[in-house]
């Protein structure tokens, strides 16, 4: 008995118990893995200890009466603590909801009690809380996207941000299968997203230096949760339908805390092909490295003169796509080194039709041409990149960069066309254009950073190299027949000749950086390099001398040149920051030396150029949710290979181009603005974007028209005394009104145009190109209910030019958006992707275009998550599709009508799966 009365007693000696749940104070964010201690007060003895439950709670008991002090951790928060007793009146303590807040936020932010920020500036990123919006089950981070303000995502994926294309999305700061953004925001979901940052991403050299060199991408960075950080996830997709049209695709991530592992295949001929914008820029259809460097514009261009294809399918014809990869990265030895690993390998296979309308307005003429073009094409990719850094030391860096792409394309464009001058046929022709093209490209770079015991003092080292290589043989089949003014034929032409091109280029640089801070303000900047850039253009066209067998040169049509181009460069740049407010301006000169060499004639050329490259920026922060900068780049550009060799090309026997060796360099000078401004309370979101360039000596075409025969020449000149001027600007304001159900409000402008001038028949033109496109927005998202966004409005052209102002292609046309889903009782959702397009007639086309885009679907999910589905698709439910652009630029009006997929239905089975690690930190 007297065991039992002391077990008891000593058991409510000991039965106090405390409780809470531990949050971020602002984001509500529940901080998992927090350390709970509870001191003794009167000597801060350790009585107790333990961690935060996923959900952010505790729980501590077993403790005796006393007075005793919580103390509460987290990393990069400040502790929180608070002073309690237990007694018999009070032997459970609840804390309640216990507030976490940030280090940086007590310094630099104002609180708002219980407001979770939609989004926030820091420096130039713009940053967006993924919980403070709606994420539905299994959305993935493109639906996200397109709740963010200022931003757009269309139907095929392309995001769209202050006027500019996002070309890059990152994972965690990394490339995730590099040149594919839809990888990222079709493919990971949008509940493992923590924030998302859009901001200019500059150059590996302007970054480190915090100096910026002019050098940027418009770039999607998406930070994941820690917690989303150790699992499997993916997704497995097969869709087909009555009209044979089809889709599959599987994806499997594995990611281990600092490792990262995916893997993908898709395969369809459903359009979705997937977005490559970032090697289809870097290499063209020819021998294109473009490459900005220093202030120099160094375009290496030389063009397959046989048509050979792009790679790229934008809404044109019928594709069918396949392509499979696998992405790695990881970071080991307590981060100090890491690795990000990418391969490709894709095809892609295009069957389609094109009718092109073209009005040529010629001094005292007009000349009018219809062109078919049926045509086959395919391309066959593989790209392997890799790169490597890690930390030397506490204060030394390097980075190694490598990657390569193989590509092998065929080629089979056959047209059939007929030119009108003044209402009268004077040609009409048939032409074929086949050929088989390999194509390879690489890249390498290495940079090395370091850091001096003096903040601010700096040096690093960058080499990189850029080669790539075109191999094309093909043929060249035309027959035209040529009209007298009565109508009859009045004589033939026909061309059957073969075509072999050897395309090279080489790119090396290579840049040295030091920065001394003269002061705690300012910053000085010096930076020396040299660059070294060789290239070739290997052309050769053949004559038969007995059928099937082409061994005749003809001399007029080949060429062989070489081009050597040694740039020394060297700059200075002078940079301020103190508080709020941050300042840079500078130069770069560069001395330019080029020598060419013909090599079927033994002539030399040689060419030297002083470039210069000035630049400023200024960048101020009115607070932590507004911002404003400006800045300024002059780049030297100069011209391309094809623009230079003074050898004809005949790929289009009506039009040929030549180039010219006396061409100087052009220079550009671009302003860009920008203004972001974000209110908390109201969730208002206002930003204003702007670019503006206009280039001074600008090379610009002179084509003299033959009004018998309806052939033209082309050649390049420099125009002195004449500024060609481009500008893209607009703004975009947001608001979400709480009182009416959390609707969100906005509007929307954007301006963008061009002027434009070129020789015509020795009379100099001036076009001018603008597109005004005002816009409303509208948009709810409530979880589980519903999903509806739409926007449009209405747009106006002016087209016109100089030679012939009264035939223009001013008018009206407009554009909406929709974008909803409904959920509906029983796992049941419905919803549309559709879009309203019309473009009024003109005095150029006197035929209006309208079409509506009918796209509805329905949804049934199944499983406790909904993570299985079965979607009902129909695209284009109305059969209106039609392709359709029209283009102006010069003293050219072209109006294109193309074959398109049309109306099909499919169903489709979707599984999202997911399976993350229990207990994984926050």
């Known amino acids: 008995m007297f065991f039992a009365l002391f077990a008891v007693s000593a058991f409510a000696q000991n039965s106090y118990t405390i409780k809470g749940v531990i949050a971020d104070s602002v984001e509500h964010v529940k901080l998992s893995t927090a350390s709970v201690a509870v001191l003794q007060a009167k000597d801060s003895v350790l009585m107790k200890f333990t961690y935060a439950e996923k959900d952010g709670s505790f729980a501590v008991s077993g403790l005796q009466k006393g007075k005793f002090?919580?103390?509460?951790?987290?990393?990069?928060?400040?502790?929180?603590?608070?002073?309690?007793?237990?007694?018999?009146?009070?032997?459970?303590?609840?804390?309640?909801?216990?507030?976490?807040?940030?280090?940086?936020?007590?310094?630099?932010?104002?609180?708002?009690?219980?407001?979770?920020?939609?989004?926030?500036?820091?420096?130039?990123?713009?940053?967006?809380?993924?919980?403070?919006?709606?994420?539905?089950?299994?959305?993935?981070?493109?639906?996200?996207?397109?709740?963010?303000?200022?931003?757009?995502?269309?139907?095929?994926?392309?995001?769209t941000a202050e006027g500019q294309t996002v070309s890059k999305?990152?994972?965690?700061?990394?490339?995730?299968?590099?040149?594919?953004?839809?990888?990222?925001?079709?493919?990971?979901?949008?509940?493992?997203?923590?924030?998302?940052?859009?901001?200019?991403?500059?150059?590996?050299?302007?970054?480190?230096?915090?100096v910026d060199d002019g050098k940027t991408e418009k770039t999607i960075n998406v930070k994941l949760r820690a917690d989303k950080k150790q699992g499997i996830f993916g997704k497995a997709q097969a869709g087909d339908g009555p009209e044979g049209i089809y889709q599959g695709q599987l994806l499997l991530n594995a990611f281990q805390n600092k490792e990262k592992l995916s893997v993908y295949g898709t395969t369809g001929n459903n359009g979705k092909v997937g977005l490559g914008w970032e090697d289809e820029q870097k290499y063209g259809a020819g021998n294109q490295l473009d490459v900005t460097d220093n202030g120099i514009s160094i375009n290496t261009q030389s063009s397959d003169d046989l048509d050979v294809f792009g790679g790229i399918y934008s809404g044109q014809g019928f594709p069918l796509a396949q392509s499979a990869g696998a992405h790695y990265d990881g970071k080991w030895d307590d981060d100090k080194q890491s690795v990000n690993a990418n391969y490709k390998i894709a095809s892609l296979t295009i069957n389609g039709l094109n009718d092109v309308l073209t009005q040529n307005n010629i001094p005292g003429s007009v000349s009018n041409t219809s062109s078919d073009k049926n045509y086959h094409n395919s391309v066959f990719r593989q790209k392997l990149s890799f790169v490597y850094q890690t930390k030397l030391d506490t204060s030394s860096n390097l980075k190694i960069s490598i990657d390569g792409t193989l590509k092998h394309i065929v080629t089979d464009d056959n047209y059939s066309a007929a030119d009108t001058i003044n209402n009268l046929l004077v040609n009409n022709s048939t032409r074929q254009v086949s050929n088989i093209a390999d194509q390879r490209a690489f890249n390498a770079s290495a940079f090395y950073t370091k850091k001096f015991r003096k903040p601010g003092r700096t040096l690093s080292f960058l080499v990189s190299e850029a080669y790539s290589q075109s191999q094309a043989n093909g043929f060249l089949m035309s027959h035209i027949n040529y009209y007298n003014p009565q109508q009859a034929i009045d004589s033939t032409q026909t061309i059957n000749e073969a075509k072999n091109n050897n395309l090279q280029s080489n790119i090396f640089n290579t840049n040295l950086t030091y920065s001394e801070p003269l002061t705690k303000t300012f910053t000085l900047v010096l930076n020396y390099g040299v660059g070294v850039n060789t290239a070739s253009a290997d052309r050769n066209t053949f004559n038969q001398s007995s059928p099937g067998n082409y061994n005749v040169l003809v001399d007029s049509l080949s060429s062989n040149y070489e081009f050597n181009q040694f740039l020394n460069h060297a700059g200075a740049v002078l940079s301020y920051k103190k508080g709020k407010l941050s300042f840079n301006f500078g130069t770069r000169i560069t001395g330019d030396h080029f020598h060419q060499i013909d090599e079927f004639t033994n002539d030399e050329t040689d060419r030297t150029f002083i470039d210069w490259a000035p630049q400023a920026r200024l960048e101020y922060h009115f607070s932590g949710q507004k911002m404003f900068s400006i800045a300024y780049n002059g780049t030297t550009t100069q011209p391309s290979l094809d623009q230079l060799q003074p050898v004809a090309s005949n790929t289009d026997p009506l039009n040929i181009i030549v180039g010219n060796p006396t061409l100087t360099p052009s220079f550009t000078n671009t302003f860009n603005v920008l203004y972001r401004s974000y209110k908390v309370i109201?969730?208002?979101?206002?930003?204003?974007?702007?670019?503006?360039?206009?280039?001074?000596?600008?090379?610009?075409?002179?084509?003299?028209?033959?009004?018998?025969?309806?052939?033209s020449v082309s050649e390049y000149f420099n125009l002195p005394g004449k500024q060609t001027t481009n500008f893209n600007g607009g703004l975009n304001f947001g608001r979400k009104f709480k009182d009416l159900g959390g609707i969100n409000l906005g509007v929307g402008l954007n301006v963008n145009g061009n002027t434009y001038y070129n020789y015509s028949n020795d009379s100099l033109n001036m076009s001018k190109n603008y597109v005004f496109n005002p816009s409303l927005i509208f948009s709810i998202y409530k979880d589980r209910k519903v999903n509806f966004y739409v926007s449009g409005g209405p747009t106006y052209t002016i087209s016109q030019t100089s030679l012939q102002p009264n035939i223009n292609n001013n008018g009206w046309g407009a554009r909406a958006d929709v974008d909803g889903t409904i959920y509906l009782p029983g796992?049941?959702?419905?919803?549309?992707?559709?879009?309203?397009?019309?473009?009024?007639?003109?005095?150029?086309?006197?035929?209006?275009?309208?079409?509506?885009?009918?796209?509805?679907?329905?949804?049934?999910?199944?499983?406790?998550?909904?993570?299985?589905?079965?979607?009902?698709?129909?695209?284009?439910?109305?059969?209106?599709?039609?392709?359709?652009?029209?283009?102006?630029?010069?003293?050219?009006?072209?109006?294109?009508?193309?074959?398109?997929?049309?109306?099909?239905?499919?169903?489709?089975?979707?599984?999202?799966?997911?399976?993350?690690?229990?207990?994984?930190?926050?």
């Open 69 to 159: 002090i919580l103390l509460v951790s987290y990393p990069d928060y400040a502790d929180y603590t608070e002073e309690f007793g237990l007694d018999s009146a009070n032997q459970l303590h609840n804390f309640g909801s216990i507030s976490m807040t940030l280090k940086t936020r007590l310094l630099k932010e104002v609180m708002i009690k219980g407001t979770a920020s939609q989004m926030k500036i820091k420096g130039d990123t713009t940053e967006f809380n993924a919980k403070a919006f709606v994420i539905q089950p299994n959305a993935k981070v493109e639906d996200l996207l397109k709740q963010l303000p200022g931003i757009t995502v269309d139907k095929d994926g392309k995001i």
């Open 682 to 711: 109201t969730d208002q979101f206002f930003g204003v974007y702007g670019t503006y360039s206009f280039v001074s000596d600008p090379i610009v075409n002179h084509i003299n028209y033959d009004l018998n025969t309806g052939k």
């Open 827 to 922: 796992k049941f959702q419905i919803g549309t992707y559709s879009n309203y397009q019309y473009n009024g007639a003109t005095e150029s086309f006197h035929q209006s275009f309208s079409q509506v885009i009918f796209n509805p679907f329905i949804i049934k999910t199944f499983l406790k998550n909904d993570n299985l589905s079965v979607e009902l698709w129909a695209n284009d439910l109305l059969n209106q599709s039609s392709g359709f652009s029209r283009v102006a630029q010069g003293n050219l009006i072209t109006q294109t009508s193309y074959n398109t997929l049309k109306r099909y239905f499919m169903l489709t089975i979707n599984y999202d799966f997911t399976k993350m690690a229990v207990g994984a930190a926050k």
């Open 169 to 210: 999305v990152l994972v965690d700061g990394e490339e995730f299968f590099g040149d594919d953004p839809t990888l990222v925001t079709r493919n990971i979901r949008a509940d493992m997203v923590d924030k998302i940052q859009l901001y200019d991403k500059k150059s590996d050299q302007a970054a480190f230096t915090g």
